[in-house]
């Protein structure tokens, strides 16, 4: 059975830092296209960042660049997004979702989403 689930978040003042975890069981996350992904009230879900399995390859959305950074932890099959400098405009659902095919960090080339996790910075 295919299961991501996500832990980490947390209320965080303006400029604090959190680290988001994301375990899978069931498969080899090293074999997949792995992706955070972040959903406000009333927004769409976006991506946030993700790595493509072949190369490694990271993507970020431009607002996270430079504060957030994924990395794989392939012997845990867990993946992590540390995010710095945390700003409100971040406060989100954040959900991890695996994907096949190579199409970006977008949420339509990924699946098998987890139950996410509430990050909300305030002051």
């Known amino acids: 059975q295919v299961q991501l689930v996500e832990s980490g978040g947390g209320l965080v003042q303006p400029g604090g830092s959190l680290r988001l975890s994301c375990v899978a069981s069931g498969f080899t996350l090293e074999s997949y296209n792995i992706g955070w992904f972040r959903q406000a009230p009333g927004k769409e879900r976006e991506g946030v960042s993700c790595?493509?399995?072949?190369?490694?390859?990271?993507d970020y959305r431009d607002s996270v660049k430079g504060r957030f950074t994924i990395s794989r932890d392939n012997a845990k099959n867990t993946v992590y997004l540390q995010m710095n400098s945390l700003k409100p405009e971040d406060t989100a659902v954040y959900y991890c979702?695996?994907?096949?095919?190579?199409?970006?960090?977008?949420?339509?080339?990924?699946?098998?989403w987890g139950q996410g996790t509430q990050v909300t910075v305030s002051s």
């Open positions: 790595i493509r399995s072949r190369d490694s390859r990271t």
């Open positions: 979702a695996i994907g096949g095919i190579w199409r970006g960090c977008s949420p339509a080339a990924f699946g098998s």
